[in-house]
Nanobody, 122 residues
Framework: VQLQASGGGLVQAGGSLRLSCAAS???????MGWFRQAPGKAREFVAA???????TYADSVKGRFTASRDDAKNMVSLQMNSLKPEDTAVYYC??????????????????WGQGTLVTVSS
């Protein structure tokens, strides 16, 4: 399984970005997750979307970020609106193919993309 994240960039506070993650090598995933790691901080959960389309979000991004999936393209996206400087981080997509029930735990995920940098200027 390979995951390729894209869509990062530099945006001003209040702006929007859309991240995408293309998956290859497998067509079924229990969850596709998004995590981020800011400089000097631990990687943290951002959002996840289940095989059935149910989404879960970190409190810090609820109401601003929306996860979606396009099964025909084997791709998931993360629409990020009302971005804040504290959203600055490398964003990673991840795939869960075993499902242990903890979608916010990075140990749930079996495969990881390479990350894409999001920088939000104030």
């Amino acid at each position: 399984v390979q995951l390729q994240a894209s869509g990062g960039g530099l945006v001003q506070a209040g702006g929007s970005l859309r991240l995408s993650c293309a998956a290859s090598g497998r067509t079924f995933y229990y969850h596709m997750g998004w995590f981020r790691q800011a400089p000097g901080k631990a990687r943290e959960f951002v959002a996840a979307i289940s095989w059935s389309g149910v989404s879960t979000y970190a409190d810090s991004v609820k109401g601003r970020f929306t996860a979606s999936r396009d099964d025909a393209k084997n791709m998931v996206s993360l629409q990020m609106n009302s971005l804040k400087p504290e959203d600055t981080a490398v964003y990673y997509c991840a795939a869960d193919v075993r499902y242990f029930g903890s979608v916010q735990d990075q140990n749930e995920y079996d495969y990881w993309g390479q990350g894409t940098l999001v920088t939000v200027s104030s």
